[in-house]
């Protein structure tokens, strides 16, 4: 017998014949044997509409409020799956974040959870019901109810499986896995079997829209195993995300492509080679929330550099502006803007311990004529800047070259 946390997002519980289907699967775990805790999402697009509703009776909501609001759409969901599990004769039961007493700080809209008490819950699963637990929600010191960020259902179902100990989480989604590359990018793109948590939070362009990162930090972190598969498939085994790193000989070295066509390049051109000049040019931008992503700085001559960094595209004019302003200041001779790029990375374990990666990498690209302006790497990471025009043809001969669709 094992105990299974199992996560169903929005579209898995889209409507009553999904819901369904989900009663359906727990039973099936049920009859097995297993012990099962199911997290749910709101119905999909449910969230999202009750933010429009939110922001036609005010402005600036007060979060707390908002969160009230936010929370409801995962409790219509409890009720509704505890009871289409209750209809298989199976003993079940619906708990509200607040109810599990999952505690949160008061950061409302993107809360961090603080415990878990799983008194209640275990006393419950030991009496054989299954749980029905509300996702993406807890609550404050004071009581208050707290959301923990859009996609936040996947952390309370990671931190509830490392609160009880669980043997697996299951994250049930509308993809069966998590594939090498973007499928509408290559083809042939393959699903993985597996991946670690340090190439899945490096993948985060491939696997943000599957996963919240979050959940996977929190997986790394408290050693939960994950596995992410689909709700629409009777089998699969979909893709298992691991802590440990038992790398064999034959494995491949590189696990998959990961991309991002919202990437704009910036360059702060001759600056002076002094102490605290990087923390002057990302200080200002870092105030303004601005993520930076990629930063490198050239060694260039008489005592000069030049600095690049990228940022979302959408934030390239702020960033620009921010810049020019401090121009002078720091002395430089030009700020460059260029929206036109976008970074590829290639990810895997396997290259902390071969070589020759990069050079297959950089020769792959030349003999496709491709240009690359910026490269920055980790260790189980190469990152590339190129044209956004080129990001297909690149992606997909790497991924031949890789033999990433064997
Ligand atoms: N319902 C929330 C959202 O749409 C939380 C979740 O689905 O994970 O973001
Ligand atoms: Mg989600």
Redesign the pocket.
């Known amino acids: 017998m094992s105990l299974i946390v199992q996560k169903f ?2 579209t898995s519980v889209a409507n009553s014949e999904r819901i369904n289907a989900v009663a359906d699967r727990v039973k099936k775990y049920v009859d097995n044997g297993h012990q099962v805790v199911v997290v749910v ?2 119905m999909s697009g449910e ?1 999202n509409k009750l933010l429009k509703l939110i922001s036609e009776v005010n402005s600036k909501p007060d979060p707390r409020e908002s969160d009230v609001i936010l929370s409801t ?2 409790q219509v969901t409890i009720g509704l799956t505890a009871l289409a599990i209750q209809e298989r004769g199976i003993k079940a039961k619906s708990y509200t974040g607040s109810q599990v007493k999952i505690l949160t700080d008061n950061a409302h809209s993107k809360a961090r959870i603080i415990n878990i008490g799983t008194e209640n819950i275990q006393k419950d699963l030991n009496n054989g019901f299954v749980l029905v637990i509300a ?2 929600q807890g609550a404050d010191e004071q009581g208050n109810i707290t959301t923990l960020g ?5 952390t309370t179902a990671v931190a509830i499986a490392a609160a009880l100990n669980a043997d697996e989480c299951q994250i049930y989604t509308d993809v069966d896995g998590i594939y090498t590359t973007d499928p509408r990018v290559v083809k042939n793109a393959k699903r993985l079997k597996s991946i670690t948590f340090e190439e899945m939070l490096e993948m985060a362009s491939l696997g943000s829209k599957v996963l ?1 990162l979050r959940s996977v930090e929190f997986a790394g972190k408290y050693k939960v195993n994950l596995r992410v598969l689909s709700s629409f498939e009777e089998e699969g085994e979909g893709t298992i995300i691991t802590y440990e790193e038992d790398h064999k000989m034959e494995d491949p070295i590189i696990s998959g492509i990961a991309f991002n066509r919202d990437e704009a390049k910036v360059t702060v051109e001759s600056i002076p080679d002094t102490p605290g000049i990087a923390y002057q040019i990302l200080g200002p931008i870092a105030d303004q929330n601005i993520d930076v992503d990629m930063i490198i700085q050239n060694i260039g001559h008489d005592g000069l550099n030049d600095f690049t960094f990228t940022v979302n595209t959408t934030e390239l004019n702020k960033t620009l502006d921010i810049l020019e302003a401090m121009k002078e200041k720091l002395g430089a001779k030009k700020i460059i803007g260029d929206p036109k790029v976008a970074k590829l990375s290639l990810v895997g374990v396997g290259m902390r311990s071969h070589v020759g990666v990069a050079s297959k990498m950089f020769r792959t690209l030349s003999e496709e004529g491709i240009n690359i302006s910026t490269i920055s790497t980790s260790e189980i990471k190469i990152s590339i800047l190129i044209e956004k025009e080129s990001l297909d043809s690149a992606v997909q001969a790497l991924h031949k070259a890789f033999n990433l669709d064997q």
């Not at 859009?150 to 996947?154: F, T």
């Open positions: 997002g929005g999402s709101a969230t759409g995962e996702g993406f859009r996609g936040g259902s996947d919240q």
